[in-house]
């Protein structure tokens, strides 16, 4: 059996279908989370990940992604990378052909380009509107960034289970729309926006990116899996926590989802309702979980 997890309604669609289709054909599980999310950065329509997506207070569009696997903790990330899609792959790529865990910036597209990608222009007419429109209302970038709960939730976190027990989690996203330039959120933080442990399980985040990431949002699920708390109650832990510890950050929705190695997934989320998609064995279903107070 093999079971597949993606966030968001649309987005998760896109990639948990296309990842299914690269499973059923043999794909191994980091190559299944590897194309469900390239697929969904190369899609123009995703406004949250990829080409497309929403730019930075600079017009400029900076993509970040991780993956993650669980039988010994390799881990590649890239952040704030201009001009590249599919970045899943530049961060597969610094996990596999690297020693280190994180590429940044221009030094992690100098290395997309050693692989022989190619740079290309991400914005289109709809971002450029998109941005033009934003610079005409939201002059002040901190205050955007803190007060909107606009244009989030398209950001895709995956996490893959198969036999063996075997986890991996990736994830991949443009980050909080209309960011400070070189702003880094959760995503492609291990630990934060993503983790994976064979003993246990894996579990990822998508929304607020700093409360998340203080949080250590996705260990910290893994963690409380590992101390005997179903994947439902470890994702409430850790929401809770985040309510209880960083109220300032409840103006914008923060989420967490887990799976353990048994194949039980839950999540919780808090603001506003988050939808995950569920694959099992090419059998799909979207769940919606409502949001959870103190
Ligand atoms: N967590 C992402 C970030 O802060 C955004 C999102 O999930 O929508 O970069």
Not at 79 to 104: F, G, N, Q, Y
Not at 161 to 179: I, M
Not at 259 to 272: D, L, Y
């Amino acid at each position: 059996m093999t079971t597949l997890l993606a966030t968001w309604d649309r987005p998760g669609e896109v990639a948990i279908q296309s990842a299914w289709k690269a499973r059923s054909q043999g794909a191994d599980l980091i190559s299944t989370l590897e194309q469900g999310l390239a697929t969904a950065e190369l899609d123009e329509n995703l406004i949250a990940i990829g080409a497309g997506s929403v730019p930075n207070s600079k017009g400029i569009i900076e993509l970040d992604a991780s993956i993650m696997e669980g039988r010994e903790f390799r881990s590649g990330a890239v952040c704030a990378v201009t001009d590249i899609v599919p970045v899943i792959s530049v961060a597969r790529a610094v996990m596999e052909k690297t020693p280190h865990v994180m590429l940044a910036g221009d030094r992690a597209r100098d290395f997309a380009l050693s692989l022989g990608m190619k740079p290309r222009d991400l914005s289109t007419e709809n971002s450029r509107e998109r941005y033009a429109e934003w610079l005409k209302t939201q002059p002040d970038v901190a205050a955007y960034v803190h007060a909107s709960t606009d244009k989030m939730g398209d950001t895709i976190t995956m996490i893959g289970l198969e036999e063996g027990p075997h986890v991996v989690a990736a994830s991949s996203t443009s980050g909080l729309p209309f960011k400070l330039p070189g702003r880094v959120g959760d995503s492609p933080i291990i630990g934060a926006g993503i983790y994976a442990d064979d003993e246990v399980g894996a579990a990822g985040a998508t929304g607020n990116g700093e409360a998340l990431w203080r949080e250590v949002a996705s260990l910290r699920a893994v963690e409380a899996m590992a101390h005997g708390m179903t994947p439902q109650q470890a994702c409430e832990h850790v929401i809770r926590h985040l309510i209880r510890r960083q109220p300032e950050s409840l103006a914008l929705p923060s989420v967490v989802f887990a799976m353990n190695v048994k194949g039980e997934f839950g999540a919780a989320t808090c603001i506003s309702p988050f939808q995950l998609w569920v694959c099992r064995d090419g059998e799909f279903e979207m769940v919606v979980f409502e949001p959870i107070s103190l």
